[in-house]
């Protein structure tokens, strides 16, 4: 296809999506007139999920637009303008102006100047800059005002420690890379694993240290909060991967037992309690360094704003011998919405098991296996032994029982192309991330697929039946991982595509 018919197939299929976008605010009564010019169109968690996709080729098709009819000059402008708004932003956040303007209205900029100590000319040169991207407002010359895309980043500080982490560390780091790639030279490296060395990677160059940055986020808690909202915002797959756990056909199962393997939390056995009624759900969390899992707050799976951390998470669950709990007894009244949630946890069990443990329960239709993703407390290179070690633990149960399923669940780096160029760019992104700031890196599946195929006993050998990634990224997939004897063939598990 030459490049007029595919600026023609972009623009065509950016048109249908923004119309299945608008028609979703018109049909839900949130018609465009009613809102001013500077509105953002928040798109609800619970929309319709052709309306998320049509969200999502917007965006793709927008960059694979810009790709094709964007100028030297145009790409030299447009990370101009981002650097600046980095160094906007680390400026509004750094002096705390953001916490000065109210969350509604507007203010004066002369009184927003003399509240955060700043010169009022150049914080209308910072705030003027800024709103080119959507982010503060000038309403009226000279006042200014909150947009929804700056006030969550006061409501929700972990956006403004992603941005100040950003700022502060990331792009030093990224600076450094060349100077980093010529020290290996220098040393006679010829392998990137060479760079995981403490004292040889971005980080290092940049900020003058042979300490490592897994150290650094260890001696300071508010490096290590930034790092992990920065990671969390640069991709961290989560709400996807509910998105992929959600297309599976369970109700296909009836009353059968769910395993969930190395979970954060709760949230995502409430959400599929509370989707499949017959569903026994039992959660085996993995005890980290860097957070405490147990007495966290748990999401509902309603929109609801509280949480459950009032409400006694191991109430009448029943636990095997080598599972963790407390018991507390309950006292009404309760509202329906927690009558409701004590209904969903007495489908949910709770229990410690670290990853490569035997596995007591072997009757289970599904083991989900929730990897972690490379983190200062996770290198990349300890992920295969621990991969392993899971497939390893679940290969006699599999064996055992044909019709259960093992479905590992994992960041990868899509392989090139295979996803839109924005979605990419942000999969490498984090994976350059981690390269230069912890000298690690995201797996590619052509790893994991090496290591599921190469479990095997005398009577067969794993093997992957199906293989399901995210709508919106593809760097978030599921393996579905079954037991096949030699000679024999075996089915995957029923989805919706």
């Known amino acids: 296809m030459d490049s007029v018919a595919l600026l023609e197939s972009y623009t065509n299929e950016l048109a249908t999506a923004v119309k299945t976008f608008s028609n979703h605010f018109r049909n839900t009564k949130v018609a465009s007139t009613w809102l001013p010019s500077t509105s953002q169109l928040e798109l609800p968690a619970d929309a319709l999920i052709e309306v998320h996709q049509a969200r999502r080729r917007i965006l793709a098709n927008l960059v694979k637009v810009d790709a094709l009819i964007s100028k030297p000059t145009d790409f030299l402008q447009r990370i101009t303008g981002q650097s600046q708004i980095v160094a906007c932003l680390h400026w509004l956040g750094t002096l705390q102006v953001l916490a000065c303007i109210p969350l509604t209205g507007s203010v004066p900029a002369k009184d927003l100047a003399e509240l955060a100590g700043v010169p009022e000319s150049q914080l209308l040169r910072i705030i003027r800059m800024t709103a080119t991207s959507g982010f503060l407002c000038e309403p009226t010359r000279d006042y200014i005002a909150h947009t929804p895309l700056s006030a969550p980043f006061v409501t929700r500080p972990s956006y403004l420690d992603a941005a100040l982490f950003l700022e502060e560390v990331q792009n030093p780091a990224a600076l450094h890379m060349a100077a980093a790639t010529q020290r290996l030279g ?6 990137e694993e060479m760079s995981y060395n403490a004292n040889e990677i971005p980080y290092n160059a940049a900020f003058g240290t042979e300490r490592s940055f897994q150290t650094a986020c260890e001696d300071k808690p508010k490096l290590a909060k930034q790092w992990a909202a920065f990671l969390k915002f640069a991709g961290d797959g989560d709400d996807e991967l509910m998105e992929v756990l959600t297309r599976l056909d369970w109700n296909s199962l009836g009353d059968a037992c769910v395993v969930e393997m190395g979970a954060k939390s709760t949230g995502s056995a409430m959400v599929l309690a509370d989707l499949y009624p017959s569903l026994h ?10 957070s405490a899992h147990y007495g966290a707050k748990q999401p509902r799976p309603s929109s609801s704003n509280r949480t459950l951390v009032s409400l006694p998470l191991f109430n009448s669950l029943s636990f095997p011998s080598n599972s963790s709990s407390s018991s507390n007894s309950i006292e009404g009244p309760f509202s329906t919405e927690e009558l409701r949630t004590q209904e969903l946890l007495s489908r949910i069990t709770v229990q410690k098991r670290q990853f490569g443990d035997l596995q007591l329960i072997r009757e289970a239709q599904v083991y989900i296996l929730r990897l972690p993703a490379p983190s200062p407390s996770i290198h990349s290179s300890s992920l295969p032994s621990l991969i392993l070690s899971e497939l390893q633990a679940h290969l006699p149960i599999l064996c055992s029982s044909p019709s259960a399923t093992l479905l590992l669940t994992i960041r990868v780096v899509p ?11 942000v999969a490498r992104s984090r994976d350059l991330a981690l390269l230069q700031v912890a000298g690690d890196r995201e797996l590619e599946m052509k790893e994991v697929l090496e290591l599921v195929e190469g479990c095997r006993d005398q009577r067969g050998s794993l093997v992957v039946v199906n293989r399901l990634k995210g709508r919106s990224s593809g760097n978030t ?5 079954k037991y ?9 598990i029923s989805y919706n595509a």
Do not use: C, F, R, W
């Not at 220098?186 to 392998?191: A, K, Q, R």
């Not at 392989?415 to 160029?421: A, H, K, L, Q, R």
């Not at 997939?477 to 991982?481: D, E, I, R, S």
């Not at 096949?484 to 995957?492: D, L, M």
């Open 186 to 191: 220098s040393n006679g490296h010829e392998t």
């Open 281 to 290: 759900i039992v959660v085996q969390m993995t005890e980290s360094k860097t």
């Open 415 to 425: 392989e090139p192309g295979s996803v839109d160029p924005d979605v990419e760019q």
């Open 477 to 481: 997939v599921a393996l579905g991982v």
């Open 484 to 492: 096949q004897a030699y000679g024999t063939s075996v089915e995957g």
